[in-house]
Structure formats: structure tokens, C-alpha cells
């Protein structure tokens, strides 16, 4: 949403005659978000084929600057957006993330095209990372191969209806606000293939099991999808032992610290979502409390 | 000296291929043997001698120009690794082919940068991807994956993280009714896999500093890092991977002197995306989508010189129509209709890289759209045409042109199409072209910053296989279009730009005259579209096969591109019946090759030449890094 001159003027308050038209009343969050949303600074940062089509969007016919991406900046310390346009491969990741770990808050990041948002056509090649948001949190995908002039427009102002929506009073809308500094994302490692340092411990587990038992490439054959759906079934229920059909050796990997991975990221929405309610239930009583006050 | 075979008033090169390998069967009997595999050319050359027979290759024979030098892996079919070379003379004619080939267990080849710098980085890659060892390089180091990485992956038995088949298509995408994805196969959840002894204790990443050791910088990288040292006269300066100048995710280091530069070296792979891994799963078909994104500007450059691989392997079997007259114009017209966009482009970001800063981009920009409005028309997307096939093309021009994208000043709607073609054509390219030079040619700043920098000489280019502009810039006439010819370029009337300077102005100015002659010949093709119009584009009047059998046999197509000389060298290893994907699949880039003399190019030049010596080769990284 955007500021309109006519609605702020037309306010509940008792406004004198002499400064109507003078006076808008609006709220700090949508006065704030209004500032940021129209002055995003993407960097001038280019991956792959999308980069030229984001070079189009920037440049003559289409201009995004007129929705308020005023100028690409070459330095990431002066950049509020990074479109990440282009297939990202395990050698290129590892500055991306410098660069985003670089860029000061509030940042986002916008997935421009089919590589950047899961892989795209290159996705089975060996060097190439499925996705950003392996690495980094994605705020925007915009789908095509590459996406036309008007696609990326279109997620540009989706993330401009995304800042909208943040609150200045919600913490979690405004973590840069906070007390503790935010950590920066690890810096992915070049060994013998790409590691994500938030990985190490399972790497290590599975390369030891691999080391032990299948001295293939670590990687184990995965049992048939009907079986996998077994499963998750099986893991939902929590009686994985009996109930399925699938040998030790090849839950292992389904079962990485004894839970299945489905189980816990079920745990974590679970846990997130009754802080969630925490939270609003604490605000609704302050607002009570300030309400009996008045 | 006696030559053997040849009539005796002929110089030795002046042969055709066929003498010249006569001559070198003879005069090398015991090292050279002819290839007689069904569908193959050329000539093996026993690898202990490869250097020496190179040699008189390229001295007495005449092949001065190594254009492309890649490694196959015949696993299964001989167990040998292999070595291929197209050599050509920049006189023009076709290509001489000699291989070498060595162990799976023990790759060695001797290596041939003595004899063509051209092969330098070539061989790397094949280093790299096929593990092969080139006894003799100077710096045989990884180039596009980074030192350290587990294998060689373009070995047939490599496998990536992500493997399902050998071949597409894959039959496991809807097994038993349930749909998983490829992520779930791997154990850690990514498309990562790691060797099995594998300590993460002692991991090091030691892609960095192989970088710098594998320079071969001429200086002591040690002691210039070091914080406590007092030498001051020597940095090193890194120039990428992000970097506004690098036209992509491409990276030079250099050391300086002060603010001249002693030494550089281009560091690529940040954009390798396993095109060739990729391209020998697929069919056939499959590959040309892929082709548009090599050269992401140019895609109708990229899909013509793949179909013409391919269709000079369908040739070799029984059922194959050549395309008709008609395909040929319009591939011809698409085509340069690319090179002009490509050259348009490269003009403008060289002025950006010279200072003058996004104004000229916007210009070419406008251009630019016009004819991407034209392409998505009729191919269906702007940049990604996907628009030849084998034999043929996706579709005929359409009646009328109508814009997909109806945007508000959108200047293409509901418009004849032929109408279209001519006011571009004849009104306004040209007029685009003689702005360009108005503004730009006899511009007293651009002719201060360009002229006498990063000249590249005669021999220099020849030796280092630069191709395109590069080339023709240091006054080699050498154009695919007029020394190999294909499609129908013999009958059209348009000439060879070259320019002797070798330097950065020459180069600017042999694209300007190639954009002169892209309307030129866009001009004579115009008449032979309407003289054929309401002809088919396929021979026998409907879409070839879906999925073509290829058969038996090697073959090398090649284009000049806007870049240069784009090469596919494409094998296929079917029976009888011919395979529907091709064992090896290489792109001979352009724009990988011409980095080769960028380090000589730069030396003892000033920083800010070093940006626009490197916009004056006009590389795109998803060719160079492929």
C-alpha cells in the first residue's frame, strides 16, 4: 500500500481549518516502511543469462527506477537488495555469501530465474547449488528461464508489498532493531566438494558410516519412493522399528540424529508457531493493560 | 625435399587435407596411422611423438591455427582417453584433425603449447575434466572446478551427485505413481558427494591459495602477503569474481606496479555449470535449449553451429534431408540479426568500461529491444530462442507480428511482418550504426584511451587461436563465413572487416563494420524471403524426428559467431541405428579461448586499461566458463 495524500488528510482528528491539508496522520511503521520500500538499492551484481535480463529492466524501455530502485550499487555496503540472477555454482557461492554477509540491514535477497530459485536447467550438473536458499534466506522467487523484464518488475514490487507488511513494532519484523548483533551466515568451504559449515556433523556421521561399510562416493542407493513414503508414515506414527521395511542401513540417512528430519522440522513449526501465539497473546495483554489505563 | 604423393610444382602448404595426411603418413610412417572408425576423419598420432609431427604440422604444412584441442573418454569402447585436434589454415580450407591417445589409468600427452599457446587452456580443461597429464605445460592446474575438488568429472564413470541414468530420458520420473525428487537420493540433502575418506579434522580449503601459486605470476606471492615486509613496489590485485567491469562472474588477478601491471591472469570456473557433463545425458533435441545459454546474447549464433554438428553426422546415414532454401535465408537472417545485437552490446559496455558510463548502453539498449521483440514473436522468447532444429527450424516467420508482452510502449503490435523486417533492415540499424559512429569514431577522448592499447599482434593471435574480432583486429582476414563456408554465406556479397592495429580501437572498429555488413547481407536476404515465401522450412514439408538417431561418427561444426569461432565437436557412439545422445559433446568457446593472450594483451598497461582491453575481447561468461 501505498501513501495517499487524500486518505492521510481525512483524519478522526480534530484538525483546524487553517491547516487542513497541512496535517497527515499515518503510523511510524507505514511512514518508515514508505521510506524503505521506495528507495531499495539493488547491488550491481551479475551471475548468468538473467543478469542481461536484469540489465534490460534497468536500463531504457523498462527502468526500474521508476518503482523506486533508484541505483545499482557495486559495493555491497551501499546496497539494500541483492538479486541474485544467474545459476550459482559451488565455486561462486562462496563469495555470494561474503557479499550478503557484507551488505548491512535491512537486506534482502531476490532469486531471479530458475537457477537461482532451485537449480533450473542445471540443476543435475555437479558443480552447480540447487537453489540459493541452500545458503541464504530468499525473500522473492521469480520463476522463467530468464525471466522477462516484466516478471522481475513484477517480483520487485512483491518484495516492496513484503516490506509493506513488516511491522516496526514486531521484532521479528525488525531483528536489525535488536540488542544482539545478527550472526553472519557461514562462509561455505572448498574441499573435496562444497561443505556448509552448518553441515559439519552430519558430513562427518555419514562419511564415517559410508567409510565403514560402503566404500562407494558416500553416497547409498535410496530405497524405492513407496518405501520412503513408508517411511515417513512410519516417522509420523513414531513406530519407525516394526513398521517398516527399509533395512538400518539405508534409515540412516532418514534418520540422521535418531529422529527423522520431517519430525524435527515438524518440532521446529510447532515450536515457532506456539511462540508465535505467545507473542500475540503477550501484546493483546498490553494493549488491555493500556487500554484500562485510559 | 622430397614429398611424396604430390606433384612436385605444389608447395607443400598449399595441400589439401587429404595430401597433407598422405604427406604425413609418409613422411612419419611409424608415428602416424589413419583413423578408420566408421564416421571418423583425421589422422592418430603415436603420443610420444605428437610434439614433432605438431610441428611439421604446423610449419611445413601450413596449419598455423590450432582451433580447438579437447579430450574424449572411450570408456567401454577401447578404454582409451583421447586427445582431439582440429587444426586450420588462416588461409582458409578445412580442418586437418590429428589425435593422440593414452591410458585411462595413466593419462599422459605430451603437451603442445610449445608449439600453439593456443592449447594452454585447453589442456588445462582437459586436466581438469579428464584427468589427462600434458607432460611439458607450464601450469597444468585446474581451470574451471577449483584445486582440491574430488575427481575428474567428465570421466564417463564420474558421477555426479545428482545421477540417476546414464542417458535421458530417465525412466524413474513417475515410479509407481509417486514423484520424489533427486535431492532425496543423496544423504546429505544436497548436490554434494564426498569422497569416502574424507577427514574433516584436517580440511583445508586450499582453493585460494592454488590460485595464487598456480599463477605463475613471475613473483614471489609469499613475500608479497606478507604483512611484515617491506617490499612495497609489487601488489597483487584481485579483479573479481564481483566486480562491476567483468561483464560477469569472471576474475583477473594481477600484480602492479605502482599502477602499472607486471602480470595477469584470468581466473574463470565461477560460472561452470557443466554444460558437456549435462549435454552427454541428453538427447539430442535436448541440447539446443541448453546451447542458447552459452552465449546468453547471441542464441541464434549458438543453436545454427550445433545444428550444423549434428547435421553433419545425420548426414552420414541413410534417411536425412538437407534443410530447404528457405531455412537456410532465415537461419542466415537470425543469425545476423544476433550479431548485431552482440556487437551492439559489446560496443556499449566497452564504452562502459572506458568511462563512458551506461549513457552508449542505452542507446544500444533500444536497438537491442526491437529485435528481441522480433525474436520473441517468432520463437517465443526473447533472449532463450531455442528456434533451430536438426534439419530445420522450430517455426516459420508468422504472417503478422504480435507482441506477447503488450506493454504500453510497446512499438511492435499487429504489424506485417515482412513490413517490419524492411524498416529495420533499411531504416532503422542503419541509422542506429551511423549514430554510433557520429558519436563515437572520430571521438578525441575514446581515441586517447583505446588507440595503441592492448595490442595483440599478427603472430600473437594466430598463436594464441583468437578468433572473431580479436583476431580480424590484428589484420588477420580469417572469417568462418568466408574461409570454411557453410549455409548459403558463398552466394551472399559482403566482406571480410580487418582492421591491423591490433589494438583496442582496431577491434571496436572492426565490429562497427561488421554491424555495416550484417545489413548488408540482411539487405540481400530480404528478396530471397519473399521470393520463397509459402515454401516449406523442412525438406520433405513436416517436422523432422522428435528424437533423432545419429549415427556412427565424429563430427566438428563450426560458426563465427559474434564472439568468434564457436565450435561443437559432437561424438556419437550409436550401432546400428544410430544413438539418440551423444557420448562427447564439446563447445569450442570463443570467448574461453580468446582469454588466453589477455595476460600479454595487459602487460605494462595501467589499470583502468586492463578493464577495457578486457571489454575490447567481448567475452560473456556462460561460454567461457560453459
Known amino acids: ?294 | 625435399m622430397d614429398q611424396p604423393g604430390l606433384a612436385p610444382e605444389k608447395q607443400l602448404d598449399a595441400t589439401t587435407v587429404e595430401e597433407a595426411i598422405a604427406y604425413l603418413r609418409n613422411e612419419y610412417a611409424d608415428a602416424v596411422t589413419l583413423d578408420d572408425r566408421e564416421g571418423y576423419g583425421g589422422v592418430i598420432i603415436e603420443s610420444k611423438r605428437l610434439v614433432e609431427v605438431a610441428r611439421a604440422i604446423r610449419d611445413g604444412l601450413g596449419f598455423d591455427y590450432l582451433s580447438s584441442a579437447t579430450a574424449v573418454d572411450y570408456l567401454g569402447a577401447g578404454d582409451h582417453l583421447e586427445m582431439v585436434y582440429h587444426a586450420y589454415r588462416t588461409s582458409g580450407g578445412g580442418a586437418l584433425v590429428f589425435k593422440a591417445q593414452t591410458d585411462r589409468e595413466r593419462a599422459e600427452i605430451p603437451s603442445l603449447v610449445s608449439v600453439w599457446r593456443g592449447a594452454d587452456f585447453q589442456e588445462r580443461e582437459a586436466w581438469d575434466l579428464m584427468g589427462i597429464r600434458f607432460m611439458g605445460h607450464p601450469n597444468l592446474k585446474r581451470i574451471l572446478m577449483w584445486e582440491g575438488f574430488h575427481g575428474h568429472p567428465l570421466r564417463k564413470d564420474w558421477r555426479e551427485a545428482y545421477y540417476e541414468e546414464d542417458q535421458k530420458p530417465f525412466d524413474n520420473r513417475w515410479p509407481g505413481g509417486q514423484v520424489y525428487r533427486v535431492e532425496e537420493r543423496n544423504v546429505f540433502g544436497k548436490n554434494v558427494t564426498y569422497p569416502p575418506d574424507i577427514d574433516l579434522g584436517r580440511l583445508m580449503d586450499n582453493s585460494e591459495t592454488a590460485v595464487y601459486q598456480s599463477l605463475g605470476l613471475g613473483v614471489d606471492v609469499e613475500r608479497i602477503m606478507d604483512k611484515d615486509g617491506f617490499e612495497t613496489n609489487e601488489l597483487v590485485v584481485n579483479m573479481g569474481p564481483h566486480h562491476p567491469s567483468t561483464h560477469g562472474v569472471f576474475r583477473m588477478v594481477l600484480t602492479v606496479d605502482g599502477e602499472t601491471v607486471t602480470s595477469l591472469e584470468p581466473v574463470m570456473g565461477y560460472l561452470h555449470r557443466n554444460h558437456e557433463k549435462i549435454g552427454e545425458r541428453n538427447t539430442y533435441l535436448h541440447n539446443i535449449p541448453f546451447t542458447d545459454r552459452l552465449d546468453y546474447i547471441s542464441s541464434m549464433g549458438n543453436n545454427h553451429g550445433y545444428v550444423l554438428a549434428v547435421e553433419q553426422l545425420m548426414s552420414l546415414g541413410r534417411k536425412y534431408n538437407p534443410p530447404t532454401y528457405r531455412c537456410e535465408a532465415l537461419r542466415v537472417m537470425m543469425v545476423e540479426l544476433s550479431r548485431i545485437v552482440n556487437h551492439l552490446w559489446a560496443i556499449g559496455f566497452w564504452l562502459n568500461d572506458i568511462g563512458a558510463f551506461f549513457t552508449p548502453v542505452l542507446y544500444f539498449v533500444q536497438e537491442r529491444e526491437r529485435i528481441l521483440d522480433f525474436f520473441e514473436a517468432v520463437a517465443g522468447s526473447r533472449m532463450m530462442c531455442n528456434y533451430m532444429r536438426f534439419g530445420g527450424l522450430f517455426g516459420d516467420l508468422p504472417e503478422r507480428l504480435k507482441s506477447v508482452s503488450n506493454l504500453t510502449n510497446d512499438r511492435v503490435r499487429d504489424y506485417n511482418t515482412m513490413q517490419f523486417l524492411t524498416e529495420m533492415i533499411n531504416e532503422r540499424i542503419p541509422r542506429t550504426i551511423d549514430e554510433l559512429e557520429r558519436l563515437l569514431t572520430q571521438n578525441e577522448i575514446l581515441i586517447e584511451r583505446s588507440v595503441g592499447v592492448g595490442v595483440l599482434t599478427r603472430e600473437d593471435a594466430i598463436n594464441y587461436s583468437a578468433a572473431g574480432p580479436l583476431l580480424r583486429g590484428s589484420g588477420v582476414a580469417y572469417d568462418i563465413r568466408r574461409a570454411d563456408p557453410y549455409s548459403i554465406y558463398p552466394e551472399l556479397d559482403f566482406d571480410v572487416a580487418v582492421e591491423d592495429e591490433g589494438d583496442m580501437y582496431a577491434r571496436y572498429r572492426v565490429r562497427v563494420s561488421e554491424l555495416r555488413e550484417s545489413v548488408r547481407i540482411l539487405k540481400q536476404i530480404l528478396p530471397r524471403l519473399e521470393a520463397t515465401a509459402g515454401e516449406s522450412i523442412w525438406a520433405d514439408g513436416k517436422p523432422g524426428a522428435y528424437a533423432p538417431r545419429v549415427p556412427h561418427g565424429e563430427a566438428y561444426g563450426r560458426v563465427e559467431n559474434g564472439k568468434g569461432e564457436l565450435g561443437y565437436y559432437v561424438v556419437s557412439a550409436g550401432g546400428r541405428g544410430g544413438s539418440a545422445n551423444p557420448w562427447r559433446y564439446h563447445v569450442r568457446a570463443p570467448s574461453f579461448i580468446n582469454l588466453t593472450p589477455m595476460g600479454i594483451m595487459s602487460r605494462g598497461y595501467k589499470v583502468a586499461d586492463i578493464v577495457g582491453i578486457l571489454g575490447s575481447i567481448d567475452i560473456v561468461l556462460g561460454e567461457t566458463d560453459r
Open chain 1, 1 to 294: 500500500m501505498d501513501l495517499n495524500l487524500q486518505e492521510l488528510n481525512q483524519t478522526e482528528f480534530p484538525v483546524p481549518a487553517e491547516l487542513e491539508n497541512n496535517i497527515a496522520i499515518t503510523s511510524l511503521s507505514q511512514l518508515y516502511n514508505w521510506g524503505r520500500r521506495n528507495s531499495m538499492w539493488p547491488m550491481l551484481f551479475g551471475l548468468a543469462c538473467c543478469a542481461i535480463e536484469m540489465i534490460a529492466t534497468a536500463a531504457s524501455r523498462f527502468d526500474f527506477s521508476r518503482f523506486g530502485f533508484e541505483v545499482m550499487r557495486a559495493t555491497p555496503r551501499q546496497a539494500d537488495l541483492m538479486i541474485v540472477s544467474g545459476t550459482v555454482t559451488k565455486k561462486m557461492v562462496v563469495p555470494i555469501v561474503r557479499l550478503y554477509n557484507q551488505m548491512p540491514e535491512p537486506k534482502y535477497v531476490l532469486a531471479m530465474g530458475a537457477c537461482a530459485s532451485g537449480g533450473g536447467p542445471f540443476k543435475e550438473g555437479y558443480n552447480v547449488v540447487s537453489g540459493m536458499d541452500k545458503y541464504l534466506p530468499v525473500d522473492v522467487y521469480v520463476p522463467g528461464c530468464p525471466p522477462t523484464p516484466q516478471a522481475l518488475l513484477y517480483g520487485m514490487i512483491a518484495l516492496q508489498r513484503k516490506i509493506d507488511g513488516q511491522s516496526i513494532a514486531n521484532g521479528d519484523d525488525v531483528p536489525w532493531y535488536g540488542v544482539s548483533s545478527a550472526e553472519p551466515t557461514p562462509v561455505p568451504v572448498l574441499g573435496p566438494d562444497i561443505i556448509d559449515p552448518r553441515q559439519m556433523d552430519m558430513i562427518r556421521r555419514q562419511a564415517e558410516t559410508a567409510a565403514a561399510d560402503m566404500p562407494s562416493l558416500g553416497v547409498r542407493e535410496l530405497p524405492a519412493a513407496t518405501q520412503l513414503v513408508a517411511a515417513k508414515v512410519a516417522a509420523d506414527t513414531t513406530t519407525v522399528a516394526d513398521a517398516t521395511p527399509i533395512s538400518e542401513d539405508a534409515l540412516s540417512f532418514v534418520l540422521p540424529s535418531g529422529g527423522a528430519p520431517w519430525a524435527e522440522a515438524e518440532d521446529i513449526r510447532e515450536k515457532r508457531r506456539l511462540r508465535a501465539l505467545a507473542r500475540k497473546a503477550l501484546r493483546a495483554s498490553r494493549r488491555a493493560a493500556v487500554a484500562e489505563e485510559e
